[in-house]
């Protein structure tokens, strides 16, 4: 009998989880916003605990970094990926103790750049590309409207 094995029971000290919100539970229009989130897995007391960096978290120095029971985590979030580091509980805790006040920005002290520091290395998401993508967007967005009102602004002024 072939036993399968859960990603679940895979995680263990180090893993960074890369994860998605649950759409289901979101409104439509957040359905459209899927955006890739990262934690990292520390073992305290024996259990696993998960460190995030994340806007809408608040710790008790109202800073964005949270740790959470790692079923607590996972209840509200969709595990799309797993990758192991060897990174130790020690070394996650001394990172999250210097970040702990740091409050969550889009382009510096967001997940990614946590586990960057955790790690010492650069791991990829598709998080900084995502935001790259809408940004560029906007901006299209803005010269090509702006632009029209600027054609149409001095097509009348020679009328």
Not at 48 to 73: A, C, Q, T
Not at 80 to 109: D, L, M, P
């Amino acid at each position: 009998m072939e036993q399968i094995i859960n990603e679940v029971e895979l995680v263990q000290e180090g893993t960074i989880l890369v994860t998605k919100r649950n759409t289901k539970t979101l409104p439509f229009h957040e359905r459209i916003m899927i955006v890739v989130h990262l934690g990292i897995v520390a073992i305290e007391n024996g259990e696993k605990i998960v460190y995030d960096w994340h806007p809408d978290n608040k710790n008790d120095k109202m800073g964005s970094l949270d740790k959470r029971n790692f079923k607590d985590y996972m209840a509200e979030k969709k595990l799309i990926g797993i990758h192991h580091t060897g990174a130790s509980t020690e070394r996650i805790q001394a990172v999250a103790n210097k970040c702990w006040k740091g409050k969550y920005k889009t382009w510096h002290f967001n997940c990614q750049q946590f586990i960057d520091d955790v790690t010492h290395k650069e791991f990829r998401s598709d998080l900084y590309s995502y935001y790259t993508i809408i940004i560029l967007l906007v901006v299209a967005g803005i010269i090509i409207i702006g632009g029209t009102i600027y054609v149409l602004a001095s097509s009348n002024k020679s009328k």
